[in-house]
């Protein structure tokens, strides 16, 4: 049962154009949303979340959308640089009880290429 | 600040052998979870320690096990090693509290032979 969505296995994007990363979700109880940036053969780096209070967040270039009514999220990227190239994930903390945040569900991850 | 770190970076074990693999969470930070990422599988929650207590689990065999020190480091362990096993292994800590941000290390790269 994929929980989390990532639909789209690459993106590619022109640098300073913007990059839009989609995700969506099933599980109602996911309350919390984070995207990590990942490298190969390295942990994810966290980039920035959300919760279901808000609808959106922005930190510096990257902006997370929140529709609950459609259980979607997407990360927008503005401008894209080459050093963004990176496979993207996201992520829903819950266990299957809802008590707590120590699980993570996983997207599949979206391999961003980003052309200079 | 210190990030997550993890212990050994890369190993080779054989198969039928157990391995056992180290991880020190943020300084404050008390939750502790692991995962594993493969090609086909991408990455996939193990299990969850909080104050010494495995809090969640994933749905990996019994051949996977882990615990937490009252310091908060963590190990996990893989007993009789499959070929299937060969993986990057990540630790992830937290504050465990309500909307927490969870951090990864760098992540024990295993390959059994």
């Known amino acids: 049962d994929q929980q989390v969505k990532q639909n789209s296995p690459s993106l590619s994007v022109q640098e300073g154009r913007i990059s839009i990363l989609n995700c969506d979700y099933t599980?109602?109880?996911?309350?919390?949303f984070l995207w990590y940036k990942k490298y190969p053969a390295e942990g994810p780096t966290f980039l920035i979340s959300?919760?279901?209070?808000?609808d959106k967040n922005e930190d510096g270039r990257f902006t997370v959308f929140l529709n609950k009514s459609a259980k979607h999220l997407s990360l927008h990227i503005v401008p894209s640089q080459p050093g963004d190239s990176a496979v993207y994930f996201c992520?829903?903390?819950?266990?299957?009880?809802?008590?707590?945040?120590?699980?993570?569900?996983f997207g599949q991850g979206t391999i961003l290429t980003v052309h200079p | 600040k210190a990030g997550v770190t993890q212990t050994p970076r890369y190993l080779i074990k054989t198969r039928g052998q157990q391995v056992t693999l180290s991880c020190s969470p943020i300084?404050?930070?008390?939750?502790v979870s692991w995962y594993q990422q493969t090609p086909g599988q991408g990455l996939q929650f193990l299990f969850e320690?909080?104050?010494?207590?495995?809090?969640n689990k994933g749905n990996f065999p019994g051949r996977f096990s882990g615990r937490q020190f009252s310091n908060s480091r963590s190990e996990m362990n893989v007993s009789t090693l499959e070929l299937g096993d060969s993986a990057l292994y990540l630790c992830?800590?937290?504050?465990?509290?309500?909307?927490?941000?969870?951090?990864f290390g760098e992540g024990s790269w295993l390959t059994v032979v």
């Open positions: 599980n109602s109880m996911f309350d919390y």
């Open positions: 992830a800590s937290s504050s465990g509290g309500q909307g927490p941000t969870i951090y």
């Open positions: 992520a829903a903390p819950r266990n299957a009880g809802g008590t707590s945040y120590g699980k993570l569900t």
């Open positions: 300084s404050g930070h008390r939750s």
């Open positions: 320690y909080f104050s010494e207590t495995q809090r």
């Open positions: 959300i919760s279901s209070i808000k």
